[in-house]
């Protein structure tokens, strides 16, 4: 299914699958919730805690005004001490929800919007900012690969059948793949990773998917073993589908939790032309 | 009640009114859903979109990769094309959630932490990494002030009690004060503005209030008229209490839909260290 | 003379007029020392130090250890205590050498590279790092032009004849418009400035001027008059003829010192791709 | 001798043994240029071309706007497409000047400047800006260590002798031990490399000496084997005399011409309070 879902939303849409999150999606988030118990999905924000590509600078954050200042006998403003800081951080360097606008092939993006949308300036189409938050409910599917091997749709089924729930429209998978475990470790590799398989797509449509996450890098396995596509489900689903994905998740307390499916929130920060944004999804169980 | 909150969640505390929002507070959250609609309460993040002090920079959003590459023939991966990008931001630069660690007085922080605890490396003590995500009921009081008069516990009062709902621990209030507004049209001083004044903090301890957010700078009013103290809602909720302040809200949208309770979910970005973290706060009414 | 020096010093030429610059310049400016005495004509790199286009950030200068660090306690190395920082800056931002890469009409630049060798990894071709340190005899120009007008090439004859020295190939003009003095007096415009006009461009044809520079944004005067081209002697000089513009200059001491002719040293960073390095130049009197 | 030079030059001096280099300095400089053959000693500025602390991030250099952007088909001005461009660095992090106030010990820096003059608002004593372009005599040293053995003064003496020259007060010692050449083999180590030993400050004391470089991280031999102070010689050398190190110097040229003294022109950025400047320091042999 090519470009699956161009058109399916009108010629202007920027949202994608997220049109499948509609009240009653957003709602069975809410009945998900057990204990009311929020989980930050968010990996730390320091130099090293997140490996990335090297096209991305590692994250630094800079204090502007500390408390050493004030030791140091700076004057300050009366009966007031303050901290300010600031960060510098790659979109796509830290757990970052993607935009519409972060990938296209044969010069077209999602919605079939052409690449030259996206310049120095940003993305005038399918930026972060035109997201919004999302809020809808998630599987945790624990599928630990510790041989990189790819995850693909009897696993993702089997999991899901696992929970007691059926997935319906606008429903989020969140994938724990084992890697981020292993790369704090120190034993995993920077350049492969297990992740889904292109089986995985004809799930997102047929249960009508709008987000898939996981605690890797690119979500899909790599390599894929396609010679002719780089991230071929980046293409399938961000591009063709309009499908949203949510990387570097830390999922490790939903493993120890044994989650199964809950509401989730994601509000990415509204970076004018984004091709993603740094987020903390939060997972309330 | 000077430092009216240290010691009453634990000498190691680092939370804490947010310590008053447990599963009861979350679930009444919940239960003032009403659409199950999502509402971002972020500012867009570019260059000029919102104002700050003078020591903090611009955001600026850089693109590391884009369509333009590709138009200009920049070879790339086979079959695919993407754009990357990083953001420069001041964590205090646009809507954000300040950490306990960012304010001071007589060289002690929240629960008497020292200052000193807050260097060039960040806060070793109530960064905003320990802060988590916040997940309340949240009030929406509409009370703008055209001429920059202080909100003061008598409006606050009226307000909560319009809405039909009795606040209770853990609650968060969200204040309009018009000066968004105004900043936008071009027409708001940038070095004062309304907000509440000082009687409003015994309202936040009447009942027990974790956070309190606003459309401006400090969330207080600016000057304060204390000539002992910049800033003194911030010693007296940041500092003494523990109470979180959530700065430069966009709650226009909350506005024009009337809003009046609802759930709040803010998830700060887990900057190791921080004083803050910009964030997109959402508002599900 | 369109497209002057293209081809002049073969078809793969990335330094232009710098060729210009030959041991024998660079003995005339040795020459034209008289007391030994440098002066750096950068502006101080400090956020508002320099005015700058919207589309320049602040230049940012942020501590990552410092002397607060120590009095509060932070415990460092064996006996030593160090200062650390670094620099955000935008490299047209201050006083800085253009590269050729900064500009192009019609889709070519100097010596007829396309444009398309400028991608977001940076200008293939005649980037800043190909420039190396430029060593030449410069002359000083005083001119200052209290009500915005050009600076034409009457008034250059007339200053360089003034110095009682002759112009030879690969020598540098410096030209104070007097602009800076005014922006710091607070009475300058930043959309418009006294600068040289086209008539300059043929005594720099003639002469063989290497580099102009001012203190100014753009060396040129701003508005041109030129309703077909913005900047239209950044064309006819940086794109044409390879002619470097050294910009935001610092000159006031060289006027205070009634320099003449001296020895210029401008050593760019090497920026790999870069459009232009900041930089101090140093004039040697 | 402990804190030689404090109070030589007056209870307020800022720029130590830079007072060395007078006139006298300046011309024996210029007398010491054969060819007036200008080489950059810069490192090439792009991420993973200089070795760094981790506190220090690596340097992005990023595109504000380029030809990719006109090939997309945004709109610009009038006849000109133009490139403009950014830059992220530690002022340590490539080839740079550090500044007197980069080090201190026992609270006090050169001249007994408190440390607490150096917060998180830059240096208010002896930082960069008030350094100024450095134009003095040089000797280049060819002293290889691939073992990582200390280069001392024995060493340093007759590598001087064998110049032919009689250094003089103000002299500048650029020492190129073989790191950096290492370093881009692949085969330098990152924490550990050669570099003068104590015994050379002796001769720094004895010539008079205003600068000492290297093609290394910290100019001294690292560890230095003294287990109650990091970096011995920064401490002997800036704290203590006010002698200036240019570290990360790219001298591979230098070899390759066989130099020995020449002119050397050094004019750091006049970052306000920094630590440190990035520069590419000029020779013209």
Redesign the interface.
Known sequence: MAHGNWGRWGSEDQRGALNLVD?SA??RG?AA?R??????L????????APHA?????V???????????????PE??????????????????THLDAL?????D?LMYNGF??????????RKAGI?TV????TRAFFLDLPRDDGSPIGAADVEAAVAATGARPEPGDALLIRTGWLARWRAGTASKTTWPGIDRSVVDLVDRWGIALVGADNISVEVEPSG???????L??ALIRDRGVFLLELLDLERLAELSATTFLL?V??????????S?????A?L
């Open positions: 009240e957003r709602r809410v919730m204990r009311a118990l929020p989980v930050s968010g990996l730390p924000l320091r130099a090293g805690a090297a096209i991305r600078p590692d630094q954050h800079l204090m502007l005004r500390d408390g050493g200042d004030y030791a140091a006998g700076l403003r009366p009966g007031l001490g303050y901290a300010d800081d600031m960060l510098i951080v790659a979109c796509h360097g830290t606008a972060h990938v296209w092939r010069g052409p690449a030259t949308e996206v310049t120095s300036r940003g993305a900012e919004g938050p999302v809020v396609d010679p002719g596509c780089t991230l071929p980046h293409v929130v509000s990415p920060l509204n970076i004018v032309g984004g091709s993603a740094p987020v903390a999804p939060t309330v």
